[in-house]
């Protein structure tokens, strides 16, 4: 088990225009979580997976990003038409169900809006 | 709705020296409690939990006791060393998606 994996590590782009994020959870979890961290803050919730079905949404997810889980394995996070304030670092995060025993995090993809 | 407040940072500290980071909360419902560390270049991972009142939650050398009746989870360490210098988070969940809610992070530099 190699834990949870994000790709890209950095991304760079310009305003304007859309990137994609994968995440790769531990493979028995079946719950996967999307946070954003900008610097100097903790971690906020954007949005949180149940096997394939997206259960629950932050307001932070505007109608410019989109999670998806398609078989309930790995998720992708698009944002379209990035702006400066999207530059964070994206973090995935994945756990067993119904357990409060804490997450499994990856190391997530700083994205930056040039 | 659910936050978590921290002690502000950064924290410096001798080696050895007697480590604590203040933590309290407020929540809607019984909450789980954790402390996350992220190193330097790291994700996020997590360092002790506990799930309720007067549970103690310990990991490497760390502490911190669930404490209800003042909504605190303070982290401690006996004797921190350089290898101890990250950001810590303290974070709670509650119901059934489980989510996060984090502090701001407090940053802990160790110096010989």
């Known amino acids: 088990d190699t834990g949870v994996s994000q790709d890209p590590r950095h991304k760079i782009t310009k305003r304007g225009q859309n990137v994609t994020f994968r995440c790769d959870p531990i493979s028995e979890h079946n719950r996967l979580y999307w946070y954003r961290q900008t610097l100097g803050q903790g971690p906020e919730f954007l949005t949180y997976f149940q096997n394939e079905a997206q259960l629950e949404k932050s307001r932070l997810l505007s109608d410019r990003f989109s999670a998806e889980r398609p078989k309930g394995s790995f998720s992708t996070l698009e944002i379209q038409r990035t702006e400066q304030g999207d530059s964070a670092m994206y973090l995935c995060?994945?756990?067993?169900?119904?357990?409060?025993?804490?997450?499994?995090f990856g190391s997530g993809t700083r994205l930056t809006v040039v | 709705g659910n936050s978590v407040t921290q002690m502000e940072g950064p924290v410096t500290l001798s080696e050895e020296a007697f480590l604590t980071i203040n933590c309290t909360y407020t929540?809607?419902?019984?909450?789980?409690l954790f402390w996350y560390v992220q190193y330097p270049g790291e994700g996020l991972q997590l360092l002790l939990k506990a799930t309720k009142a007067d549970d103690k939650g310990s990991n490497k050398g760390f502490e911190a006791t669930y404490r209800k009746e003042t909504t605190s989870f303070h982290l401690e360490k006996g004797s921190v060393q350089v290898s101890d210098s990250a950001v810590y988070f303290c974070?709670?969940?509650?119901?059934?998606?489980?989510?996060?809610?984090f502090g701001t992070g407090t940053r802990l530099q160790v110096t010989l």
């Open positions: 995060a994945s756990s067993l169900e119904a357990v409060n025993y804490g997450y499994t």
């Open positions: 929540a809607t419902g019984y909450p789980s």
């Open positions: 974070a709670l969940s509650t119901g059934t998606a489980s989510k996060l809610t």
